[in-house]
């Protein structure tokens, strides 16, 4: 089964109330993982290539194991650049097989936000790669993306956003963000802004950035096995599932992923000291990837059975 872009699955997912899954990936397990949630669960998958990933597995080596995945499923698949930062990174991943892009102009000022957004538009559109921008900004750290407070999505910029640089999809900001400590008090997201968001771009696509959820017994899985997670909290799930009903098609979830990976192999080393093969912690690491990402398509994201 070949690479898909996102325009089918989006359609439906807005139109059915439910969200298409967007997974980072960075290893053969992570991918593996995944892939098999995916397949057991019969839902689109959207796995996406951050700038940390492309330093550390190199971004051959992610497009090459993908393309290994892609030969025992027939689920469709998006490959997907999380955060490209400027032209010449979405440029490389367009020329490199990528079948949508993300450039998060979020840094910049509103016009030189808008001015890099249409030039990606321009060069993917020639190529048939779709293009999610961002408008807004997410607090907190993921990879190289850090910032310290957010800047909440302004509706009618929004709209005047997406016109002027004819983007695909909209990243923006009502409330998530970035890494594992989201919130000290109560978790809270601007549902309103969404709503009149969602009113004003009938029809399109928004994106849920920083929306891991921090399950609370993978913390104290990695705290009673060595770790120093404390504090952590996410996005309540349910929060998730409700903004899947406003418009949102795609909803990114990476610490999860990364929190259920390390507290099982936190885990295994203290009940199995001996061991030295890392095939010995891996695969129930992949297996805890593979739960966590069944457990979002089933439960939150509702795309089970949608392919």
């Not at 961002?134 to 850090?146: I, R």
């Given at each position: 089964m070949p690479l898909t872009g996102p325009r089918e699955m989006f359609a439906r997912a807005y139109r059915?109330?439910?969200?298409?899954?967007?997974?980072?990936?960075?290893?053969?397990?992570?991918?593996?993982?995944?892939?098999?949630?995916?397949?057991?669960?019969?839902?689109?998958?959207?796995?996406?290539?951050?700038?940390?990933?492309?330093?550390?597995?190199?971004?051959?080596?992610?497009?090459?194991?993908i393309e290994a995945a892609l030969l025992d499923t027939d689920l469709p698949v998006v490959l997907h650049l999380d955060h490209g930062q400027d032209f010449d990174i979405c440029k490389s991943c367009i020329d490199g097989g990528f079948t949508s892009v993300m450039i998060d102009g979020s840094h910049l000022s509103y016009e030189e936000n808008i001015a890099v957004t249409r030039r990606v538009v321009e060069y993917a559109h020639d190529k048939g790669v779709w293009v999610e921008a961002e408008l807004g900004q997410l607090a907190g750290v993921e990879d190289e993306v850090s910032a310290e407070h957010s800047v909440y999505t302004d509706p009618d910029q929004a709209v005047e956003f997406v016109q002027r640089t004819g983007c695909d999809s909209l990243a923006i900001a009502i409330g998530t963000s970035h890494g594992a400590y989201k919130f000290t008090g109560d978790a809270k997201l601007d549902f309103a802004r969404l709503e009149t968001i969602t009113k004003m771009l009938p029809d399109y696509p928004l994106v849920l950035h920083g929306a891991s959820s921090v399950p609370q017994e993978f913390v104290e899985m990695a705290n009673a096995y060595g770790g120093k997670v404390g504090g952590a909290r996410g996005v309540p799930e349910d929060l998730l599932r409700k903004a899947a009903t406003f418009g949102v098609c795609k909803i990114n979830i990476d610490t999860d992923i990364r929190l259920a990976m390390t507290a099982t192999i936190r885990k295994h080393f203290i009940e199995n000291p001996g061991d030295f093969d890392p095939r010995a912690y891996l695969k129930p690491a992949r297996e805890a990837v593979k739960n966590m990402v069944q457990h979002k398509i089933r439960n939150v994201l509702g795309c089970s059975n949608k392919i």
């Amino acid at each position: 089964m070949p690479l898909t872009g996102p325009r089918e699955m989006f359609a439906r997912a807005y139109r059915e109330g439910h969200a298409v899954g967007a997974f980072n990936v960075n290893n053969m397990e992570i991918i593996q993982g995944i892939m098999q949630a995916g397949a057991e669960e019969r839902a689109p998958l959207i796995l996406q290539v951050s700038a940390g990933a492309r330093k550390y597995a190199g971004q051959n080596y992610i497009i090459k194991l993908i393309e290994a995945a892609l030969l025992d499923t027939d689920l469709p698949v998006v490959l997907h650049l999380d955060h490209g930062q400027d032209f010449d990174i979405c440029k490389s991943c367009i020329d490199g097989g990528f079948t949508s892009v993300m450039i998060d102009g979020s840094h910049l000022s509103y016009e030189e936000n808008i001015a890099v957004t249409r030039r990606v538009v321009e060069y993917a559109h020639d190529k048939g790669v779709w293009v999610e921008a961002e408008l807004g900004q997410l607090a907190g750290v993921e990879d190289e993306v850090s910032a310290e407070h957010s800047v909440y999505t302004d509706p009618d910029q929004a709209v005047e956003f997406v016109q002027r640089t004819g983007c695909d999809s909209l990243a923006i900001a009502i409330g998530t963000s970035h890494g594992a400590y989201k919130f000290t008090g109560d978790a809270k997201l601007d549902f309103a802004r969404l709503e009149t968001i969602t009113k004003m771009l009938p029809d399109y696509p928004l994106v849920l950035h920083g929306a891991s959820s921090v399950p609370q017994e993978f913390v104290e899985m990695a705290n009673a096995y060595g770790g120093k997670v404390g504090g952590a909290r996410g996005v309540p799930e349910d929060l998730l599932r409700k903004a899947a009903t406003f418009g949102v098609c795609k909803i990114n979830i990476d610490t999860d992923i990364r929190l259920a990976m390390t507290a099982t192999i936190r885990k295994h080393f203290i009940e199995n000291p001996g061991d030295f093969d890392p095939r010995a912690y891996l695969k129930p690491a992949r297996e805890a990837v593979k739960n966590m990402v069944q457990h979002k398509i089933r439960n939150v994201l509702g795309c089970s059975n949608k392919i």
